[in-house]
């Protein structure tokens, strides 16, 4: 299974090593494909690869660290 | 015969056919559709748009659609009003009203990205149109799919009020009601799109979609006189349309519709409930920080924009600037609005009446300049966001002593805030 997602961290987390994190804690692929980083914020562009409850546990879990977690479309609801 | 020769990556330029895809590949940035300019210039004239029927469909060659168009017959080509009792009101000089509250079929400027996107599905063979949407984006493509012979499925967050339901439920499609917070309805609507392959308007056929917005921008130009306005305000939520009217008055240029070489100044309007889009402009970034909605202009509360980014570079563009306002403000405007023009629109509309009125107090619209504000949706679908600040009936017996009495009691029954008096 690979889902695409956008994800946003706040500027306490910027200099946070998520996506490390995220690897050891889940053993997801994750594949980078868009990134821009500054003091303020961090956005990423992210393929993660695994089984399907991996990828749902692992979205808990990064929002509950306060990362916004979306689809790639962002808000898809209008 | 199609103008369109492909999609293109709006970040990385990595080109793909014409294919109901949304993202690139490569970079998951958005795609955008590519036309063919030259032969465009070659097909079109004011003339023969001029001879055709008063839609969003005489521009057909602006927009991504092969041969005849399928559905929204009748949408577009709303009325432009020049609003003479709002600009003075206002104190400015030039004013329009650029109105869909009256767009055909459900009300809302929704009925022109929709028109163009179903037209697109049944282009590509789809059976099945979908949305994720609180209101207006459901109302349409339901519509829209009734209209085609299509199955239609929209998805709406469980607890949604009935009112706003049954303004799509009426047109027949399969409704979900999905539990969670609109963080989750969001992810499973990607996922759906993603595994079932139904034409789903804003997802994998936004490229098409958001290209419907540009009539928009198109009839205000025709509307004006073939000219272009020196100001626009547009409100902002997924950011579909104001960087399309940007690109509508650009394309109107290059194929020869339009020989004004000036570029118009297009402001974004928010609410401060939700106006991530504003937050950057004002400090000057290209980040776009998510935010959680809160505001009663529902159908603009939109906390991380599809398409921000893209609305904050066309603002800077054209060197325009952007403004939220409260919620009290958006209802004094919806008033306003209301009682200067006898147009009744929903909070995105007092949202941008509003900000047109800040931005005129702060002097960065001039007084002296043509300026059209943007109502993109109608009042009678939002009217509890009024309740409570407009004037109840007065009630008396069915006897003409008990009118003469109320009436003598009534000191000066001013029928609007704005005087006929203080017109030109």
Redesign the interface.
């Known amino acids: 299974m690979k889902?695409?997602f956008?994800l946003?961290y706040?500027p306490a987390l910027v200099k946070q090593p998520i996506i490390y994190l995220l690897v050891k804690k889940f053993d997801l692929i994750p594949n980078i494909?868009?990134a821009?980083v500054?003091e303020?914020?961090g956005?990423l562009?992210v393929?993660l690869e695994g089984p399907q409850e991996t990828i749902d546990s692992a979205?808990v879990w990064m929002?509950s660290q306060g990362v916004?977690?979306?689809?790639?479309?962002?808000?898809?609801?209008? | 015969m199609s103008n369109v020769t492909g999609l293109t990556c709006r970040?990385c330029g990595q080109e793909y056919p014409i294919a109901p895809l949304?993202?690139c590949e490569?970079?998951?940035?958005p795609l955008e559709v590519i036309y063919d300019y030259e032969s465009i210039r070659k097909q079109i004239s004011r003339r023969l748009i001029e001879s055709r029927a008063p839609s969003l469909w005489r521009y057909r060659e602006l927009l991504p659609v092969n041969g005849e168009p399928q559905v929204g017959l009748h949408s577009g080509f709303t009325p432009l009003v020049k609003a003479d009792r709002l600009a003075a009101h206002l104190g400015v000089k030039e004013l329009y009203v650029k109105d869909d509250s009256v767009n055909h079929p459900t009300f809302s400027y929704?009925d022109r990205v929709v028109s163009v996107a179903i037209s697109k599905a049944i282009e590509f063979g789809f059976d099945t149109v979908s949305?994720?949407?609180?209101g207006?984006?459901a109302n349409s493509v339901s519509a829209h799919a009734a209209r085609a012979g299509l199955r239609c499925l929209i998805?709406i967050?469980a607890d949604l009020e009935q009112g706003k339901i049954i303004g799509s439920t009426i047109y027949g499609p399969r409704a979900v009601g999905i539990r969670g917070n609109?963080?989750d309805?969001?992810?499973l609507?990607?996922?759906i799109?993603d595994k079932y392959g139904w034409a789903?308007v804003?997802?994998n056929l936004?490229p098409y979609y958001t290209e419907g917005a540009k009539t928009y921008g198109f009839e205000i130009a025709e509307q004006l006189g073939w000219r272009l306005p020196q100001h626009v305000i547009v409100p902002t939520?997924?950011g579909t349309i104001l960087p399309k009217v940007a690109k509508a008055f650009e394309e109107m240029k290059k194929v020869g519709l339009i020989d004004d070489p000036h570029t118009p100044k297009i402001y974004t309007a928010q609410a401060a409930g939700c106006a991530p889009v504003i937050h950057a402009l004002h400090k000057g970034?290209d980040?776009i920080?998510?935010v959680k909605p809160n505001t009663i202009a529902k159908s603009i509360a939109?906390?991380?924009?599809?398409d921000g980014y893209y609305v904050l570079r066309a603002v800077r563009d054209s060197g325009g600037w952007g403004e939220a306002v409260t919620d009290q403000e958006i209802v004094e405007a919806i008033q306003l609005l209301a009682q200067t023009e006898g147009i009744f629109t929903e909070p995105a509309g007092g949202t941008t009446v509003a900000v047109a009125k800040k931005l005129i107090e702060q002097g960065r619209i001039p007084r002296n300049e043509s300026i059209v504000i943007s109502i993109t949706g109608n009042g009678y679908k939002t009217i509890e966001a009024v309740m409570g600040h407009v004037n109840q009936p007065f009630t008396i017996n069915a006897r003409l002593q008990d009118f003469d009495a109320l009436y003598q009691s009534l000191a000066a029954p001013a029928a609007s805030p704005v005087p006929a008096a203080e017109l030109h």
């Open positions: 889902e695409k956008y946003t706040p494909r868009g821009n500054s303020e914020m956005l562009a393929e979205v929002r916004t977690v979306e689809p790639i479309e962002k808000n898809v609801i209008e | 970040e949304h993202v490569m970079c998951f940035g929704k949305c994720a949407s609180t207006n984006l998805f967050p609109y963080d309805v969001n992810r609507c990607s996922e799109a789903f804003n997802i936004r939520a997924g970034s980040l920080v998510p939109i906390g991380n924009p599809a």
